[in-house]
Each structure stands twice: as structure tokens, then as C-alpha cells.
């Protein structure tokens, strides 16, 4: 038996090391992922910062930013169409300045804040977990496609997910503990947070109602001082310097009902979906006959939802039964993770612990549901609770199922995580090489015009090309328009000069993937109900390419442009 425990020890020991390698497993790969989604911001934002750290410009490219953030900051400012705090555009300044015609120097700043996660994971479920269960645990956290796919990208969700995932870790060891300097820690992390993304708020109202609500006045100025300080001092630099507070000033929230029912709807597929392959989830949540018949009224409901989805939006059978399927599983979660007395073996010391960890549930949410928009990536705070579920629910599987759980399901979820991964690489690598593809066929920059964002016009802005919406010149019969439509975004006949019609001249197609985040109603980055989808028939990325005449009437969209034009991922 000492035998034994000395090598459970020991795998415990090695466990952080096994860790960190398979992160870099998962990661490496992808070193040379093109800026995507957000990352355009974040890439722009931190060159400003290379310009003027104190009062960075908005700069060429961000009038190009018209499709992202506006918030009541002044116009001349990066900040103006920067709605996040500045503290990871700052940090990543150095590999900014490193960074030229290559991607890697922003990646490689980005993979600390993914082991950062990782390690975070592993001491949050140490608090609850002891052995193979907390190893179990880890490992889901590293390899489940939510957190995977999101790491290889240059943005500020897989940052906030470690900060707030240490906060946490830090702010339960102050109350077992009772140790002053952990509250002084978590305070300090909770203020970088803070400065890293406003998503934060939802720490403040958690730990600052729980410690006046438990009259802990010490633990409150430990915590509260660093944690106003930090965020303060931003405050304070934003009235002298803009004179408007950057907290105040984003107006993206949103309280209306359809608004919410928008992102619920959403929300709840993404977190049913993204944390393991959905048949495993249903294997560990529904381990016994008393456990099914009480989710077959979630079912129910999930199923009835999605046959409205597939009559209103007219989409495809297959659509309705995936969005069942995973908002079924993201309804349990939810309600497992509010009613914490059902985790048998997540090892609580104290009732207070389970309060904070459903409050945050709760809070969080909340904070979801007056976001602009629903996106797998805005949910990742969520996901380390979520595996607490997955591990508690799979613990009490019995047999040669509970032997062979979680083998299977951590290959197949790393499997998985790595093709869907692959499918979003293809996804915005295609815009990378668009350029150069337009320039072989003879497309010159100064005659050709585009209308978008996102990776699409963050590259065709870098080789020359022209943004119809805010280049100086106008564009002149016999030029070029690019219209990107797949996937789908903002097409530009709705925004060219209403004296020109669209001649079709060409089609330029990248990459055939069937597993893809993004087109084809999948929805990873917001502009479906479902995050991922299975396309066999159509190529990851495409563009036409139509000639300027200037007479004739505007033509309708093509036959086969993507039918999920309707849903952008942005809600106007």
C-alpha cells in the first residue's frame, strides 16, 4: 500500500510538467495561426501602443475598424474602437514590435496566458479534487475544444479565463486559510483582471457581497484595496487624459428581451457543446434511470426549441437536432452548476464555498446575457466550472465504465479539439492568402475595393487593397469589388455607390475542410445557434469577384452564397 501511495504521489507531482506538455502539444502547431476575429484589435491596439503608450491614436487602420466596438471615448483615440481595457494590448507590446510580416511573436506571447490557464485549472480542481479525479479534471480543461481552439487565437478570452481561474483559486485559499496575503493576491489579480477585459465585474460583485455579507471587514480592505486601486488608476488616466471613463463609455450592452433570448439561446448550445463530444457528456450525466427521466423534460424543451429554429430560420433537420442535442446538455449544466449540492465528490470544506462557486455561475451568466453578442469565446470563464461538473458526474460511473470513461473520452475530445482547430486555421488562413491570390490574378490593389473586417480586411488593408466605406478615393467603372460569401459576413453591394452593378467575373475558393467553426450554420464565433458544423460539399473560405459597371440595377445575392447570410455575428 505504500508502494502504491508513493507512486500516486509521484504521478501527482509529474501531473503539472504532463501538463504544460500537452498544452504545447495542443498549441505548438498552430504558432503560425493569422490574426482572426478580435485579434485585429488586439493586434492594432498594441501597435498603437508602440506609438504613444500614454495616449495611443486611433491610427489608419483603425478607421478601418467600423464594423467593431464604438464606445464615447475621443475619436482620435484607439480607444474609441477599443471597447477592452489596455493592460494585454500593453503587454504584448514587446511582441508587437518583434512581429513584421509573421504571426509566431504574437503566439508565442499568447501561449503564457494558455499554460497559465492550465496551471490554474489544475490548482482550482486541487481544492475539490484529490488524485485521478483532479488529474482528470486538468486534463479536460487543456484538451476541450472551447478552450483549445480559443488559446491558437490572439484575443483576450483565453487571458481573462486565467486571471479570473487564479482569482478564484487564490480568493478560496484566503478562506481556508484565513491568510492575509492571499486576500492582498486575489485582490491584485482581481484588479489586473480588471485591466485586462470589464468581464471582470462579475468578481467584484461575487467576492465584495460575500465578504460584506459575512461582515469580514480585514478580508474586505485586503481584497477590495488592490482590486480598486489597479482598475483605478485607468479611471484616473482615462479623466485627465480623455476626459471620459472607458468602463462608462462602451455601448454595447444590451438589456432587451429579444437581445437575451438571442444570447441565451446561444450560449446554452456553446456550453453544451464545447466542453467534450456531446454522446460522452450524455454518458456521464446520465448514468441512471432516476437521471434520465428527470432530463427528459430539458429534452423536451431543447427539442421543441430547435424544431421552432428550424421552421422560422428554414434550416435543415440535422440543424434542429444538433441544437437540441447540445442545448440540452448546456440546460444540465446550468442547473448543476447553480445546485452544487448535487456534486457528490466535489469536495467542498464549507457550504460558503459552494455559494461562491454557483454565484459565480449566476453572475456570469448575467454578464453573458448583456454582452453585444454570444460566442463560445465569451462563455470560457465558465468552462473550469463546468469540468467540475463533468469529473463529479463521471466519478460515479461504475465498472468497466468508469475504467474506461475517461481514456476514450479525453482522446476523442483531444482528437476533436485538434480537427475543429484545424478547420478554424484553414478558416482565416484562406484570408491571409487571398491577397496574393487576387494580385496572380491580375486583381491590382488600387482597382480592386473590398467592403469587411475581421481577418478579411485586415489583410487585404495590409497588401493596399481599398475599403470602399473609408478609403478617400471612389471607385470607377471597370474596377474590381471583392465580396466575401463564405462565410458570410457583410457583402459589399450593400454599400457600393447605387450607380454601379455587379458584373460576376470570378470565384476564388480556399481550402475543403468539413469540420468548420464558422459558415454553413456553425456559429463558433456567434453568427449561429450551434458552434461547429459538418460541410462536405463547400471550400472553407470563398470570394467573388465582380467588375464595376456603371448601369443596371443592383443584383440580388448569388444562388449559392450561404444561407446563413441572415445571422451575423454581430446584433445591429
Known sequence: MKTLTNKALDCISCAPAALVALALTCYLPFMHKPVHIDGTMMVHTSRQMLVDVWNPPLGEFGKHLVLHDRTRMPEQSVFFRTGHPPLVPLLMAPATALARDGEWPFHAFMLGFYLALVLGGWHLFGLFYAGNNRIAGALLLTTCPAIV??????????????????????????????????????????????????????????????????????????????????????????????????????GWFSFLPGDIRYRFERTISYLGGCVLVPPFLYWALLRTRKAFLGFVPVLVLAAAWGGLLVGVLARPLWFGVTYAMLASIGLLFLYMLVRTDQHRIACYRSRDERILVAGFAVLYLLVLMIHPSSQVRYALPLYPFLVIVVVDAASQLAGQQKRWFWPLCLCAGTGFSLLLSVGDYLLCDGARRLPGKLDEKGYAPRHTWYYGRLAFGYYLYRAGFRNILTDPGVPEPGDYAVDEYLPRDYPVREILPRRFSLEEIDTIAFYQWALRTKGRYAGFYGNSRIPYALDWASPVRAVKVYRLKSAGPLPSAPADADPAAAETGVRP
Request: without cysteine.
Open 149 to 250: 481552439v480559443n488559446s491558437h487565437n490572439i484575443m483576450w478570452d483565453i487571458p481573462i479565463t486565467a486571471l479570473m481561474t487564479w482569482t478564484f483559486v487564490l480568493f478560496i485559499r484566503a478562506l481556508r486559510t484565513r491568510r492575509p496575503g492571499l486576500y492582498f493576491a486575489s485582490g491584485v489579480m482581481t484588479g489586473i483582471a480588471a485591466l485586462s477585459k470589464s468581464n471582470a465585474i462579475a468578481l467584484y460583485v461575487l467576492f465584495g457581497l460575500y465578504l460584506v455579507w459575512r461582515r469580514r471587514g480585514k478580508a474586505l480592505i485586503l481584497w477590495g484595496v488592490p482590486a480598486v486601486v489597479l482598475p483605478g488608476l485607468w479611471v484616473i488616466h482615462n479623466v485627465f487624459v480623455f476626459g471620459e471613463i472607458q468602463y462608462l463609455s462602451v
